[in-house]
């Protein structure tokens, strides 16, 4: 063999095996990838089936329930406009309470959100940028409704 096909071989070899390497590591971050939901657009299916993802939003007050083997949990997160079950079984975190921000992790079995893992936010001020964001369309929906409705309900 010559000198000049040794070396088209070994180029050929070296980005083969460039090749499958970084399909390798596509393939096991797509594996790990774990998208951020709003309870809205995982009532709207926007969320994957049959995958984890996680779903943020504020807890609802007066949803926090202990069920009867005392390890499990179901409470309620909504982004003001829809609101969504969570089963949790485990420790919740020191700083979960009902009224303030969560970040869940899990996936949808039914109708119902079963959460593998629960984050509380760690300051009144902090929250994920996409949580604020869809509080803040939210919340900004709620008003423009309001106000669409409120003349209809003057006699």
């Given at each position: 063999?010559?000198?000049?096909?040794?070396?088209?071989?070994?180029?050929?070899?070296?980005v083969?095996?460039?090749s499958v390497a970084v399909i390798l590591v596509l393939f096991a971050f797509q594996k790990n990838l774990v998208f951020f939901f709003t309870p809205s657009q995982v009532m709207a299916h926007e969320a994957?089936?049959?995958?984890?993802?996680?779903?943020?939003?504020?807890?609802?007050t007066g949803s926090l329930k202990r069920l009867a083997d005392g390890v499990s949990v179901q409470f309620s997160v909504t982004d003001t406009a829809q609101?969504?079950?969570?089963?949790?079984?485990?420790?919740?975190?020191?700083?979960?309470?009902?009224?303030?921000?969560?970040?869940?992790e899990g996936a949808l079995q039914g109708e119902a959100f079963v959460a593998s893992q629960v984050l509380a936010k760690h300051d009144e001020n902090y929250m994920p940028p996409e949580a604020a964001d869809a509080l803040k369309k939210a919340q900004?929906?709620?008003?423009?409704?309001t106000q669409t409705l409120a003349p209809l309900a003057k006699p």
């Open positions: 063999m010559k000198p000049r096909h040794r070396r088209m071989m070994l180029i050929v070899a070296a083969g095996t460039f994957p089936q049959g995958r984890p993802f996680r779903v943020g939003g504020m807890v609802t609101t969504m079950n969570v089963l949790y079984k485990g420790v919740l975190p020191d700083l979960f309470k009902e009224g303030k921000g969560v970040v869940v900004e929906t709620n008003a423009r409704a």
